[in-house]
């Protein structure tokens, strides 16, 4: 963590959509400033895919004597053959994330096209777009993920509203969620997976394995992995593993999926990549948590009365994906922001709440109710996938105000129960104003705060509804 430089540097910035925000700090303001760790980037990202893909990490307990080390390339043999012996051709998918995220798949996904057609060609491969319930990705917006993979292979997103679409997984433990996948991952023989390991405020950690466990998904899964019943588990908590029944289903689902293979990556908080991993998803997991944690994780001090929290591209995007940033605040081990503070988040919103079915309800459940503690209430007595959104929004607006500065979308924000404001001056005033205009108030900026877990001390959070 740094200080604002002694007398106050007149003029500060925050990301915004692909752009930056520059903004004014008033006298009586007290900044500081926390960023997350530095790692040295990726200055040659395909030759580093190549290594993790010639490395691949083995299955966790796997016996250390063993010399054969099974590639990629060896496995789409190994299934091409095996299909073969059945009177029949193998296929394969490669799961990628959609826009929110920004995995460098135009570079991730081709590589592992080139391992693959050692015994699967391109004609038999699929990449399916986890969306989950956002959105369908356009043409072009295929084109700006996957480069020229598009006119190399089929692309196609996943469909998470037609149960014609989806494949019967059974009941997933510990809490019996209805586990559906689509039909096409289920069927392949081969299923592998692309993602960026940072924490996640149910998963702990997202990655491979929650792109085709979550986004790849049906909607009873996805409505019941997010519902009231995750959230008030105390386990269920942002960079938790251990003892998060959220993870633990993801993985079982994925498990159950056919899900054989990751290739993910970490990215600093400019969305550069540090670390690089190939091979069994567990494995890569666990590989990838240790470094991102290293990176994210930062020390505080104190509580803050105000805190800046800075999003920029893709998450920005709309209010679904921005309004994460406050509620990550909210929910870090101890909450960075003090009860009754503010939390000011500048954000672009240049599609509103979102365009999804997901993000609709989001918006929905929080402009019908009538207070916060309304749609937790309602939440309680029935739940759509996208909701759980507005429930996290609202417990985070039970603690403190939230704020949205510069977005294009100013009366949705204000249907959405939160205060909205022209720029980040005006809404250091109004949150200025909230806290009862002290003689002096304490501000933390946080330049990427989806990409930062600032720590108090040692505090450790409960359940968000405890």
């Known amino acids: 963590m740094r200080n604002a430089p002694p007398g106050g540097a007149p003029y500060y910035r925050v990301p915004y959509g692909q752009e930056e925000l520059e903004f004014m700090l008033q006298p009586w303001f007290d900044l500081d400033i926390v960023e997350s760790g530095t790692a040295t980037p990726i200055t040659d990202l395909s030759a580093a895919v190549q290594a993790a893909l010639g490395g691949p990490l083995r299955p966790r307990g796997a016996a250390r004597w ?104 059974g009941t997933i433990p510990p809490y019996g969620v209805p586990g559906f996948t689509q039909k096409l991952v289920k069927e392949a023989d081969l299923v592998v997976a692309t993602g960026i390991v940072e924490p996640h405020q149910y998963a702990g950690y997202s990655g491979g394995r929650k792109t085709v466990a979550i986004g790849c998904a049906g909607e009873p899964t996805i409505t019941a992995t997010h519902g009231m019943r995750f959230l008030e588990d105390p386990g269920v908590r942002l960079a938790k593993i251990e003892g998060n029944p959220f993870h633990e289903t993801v993985r079982e689902i994925a498990r159950r999926a056919g899900l054989d293979f990751c290739l993910n990556v970490v990215t600093d908080d400019q969305e550069r990549v540090v670390a690089v991993a190939a091979g069994d998803p567990d494995a890569v997991l666990a590989e990838l948590v240790a470094k991102a944690a290293a990176l994210y994780t930062r020390p505080i001090a104190k509580q803050y009365d105000i805190v800046i929290a800075g999003v920029g591209h893709p998450k920005d995007t709309n209010l679904y994906q921005a309004s994460r940033a406050a509620t990550y605040l909210r929910f870090a081990p101890t909450p960075v922001v003090r009860e009754g503070g503010a939390i000011v988040i500048p954000a672009r919103l240049e599609e509103g709440a979102g365009e999804g079915p997901g993000e609709q309800r989001f918006l929905a459940a929080l402009e019908r109710a009538e207070s916060p503690a309304a749609v937790i209430e309602e939440a309680r007595r029935h739940f759509a996938g996208g909701e759980q959104r507005a429930v996290m929004v609202a417990l985070t607006l039970q603690w403190c105000q939230i704020i949205v500065a510069a977005s294009e979308a100013p009366e949705t924000v204000r249907l959405a129960k939160l205060r909205a404001a022209v720029d980040v001056e005006e809404a250091l005033d109004i949150a200025y104003e909230h806290i009862g205009r002290p003689p002096r108030a304490s501000v933390l900026l946080v330049p990427r705060a989806l990409h930062t877990l600032p720590v108090v001390g040692s505090g450790v959070a409960g359940s968000p509804l405890a």
């Not at 699929?126 to 356009?138: F, Y």
């Open 66 to 169: 063993l010399k054969r080390v099974v590639v990629l390339a060896e496995m789409a043999d190994d299934v091409a053959a095996v299909a073969k012996g059945r009177g029949r051709e193998a296929r394969a998918v490669i799961a990628v994330t959609d826009l929110t995220r920004a995995s460098p798949d135009a570079v991730l996904v081709p590589a592992l096209l080139d391992e693959l057609n050692v015994g699967i060609p391109d004609e038999r491969i699929t990449v399916v777009v986890g969306v989950g319930l956002h959105r369908p990705t356009t043409d072009d917006e295929k084109r700006e993920k996957l480069g020229s993979v598009v006119d190399r292979v089929r692309v196609v997103d996943s469909n998470g509203r037609d149960p014609a679409m989806w494949a019967d997984l």
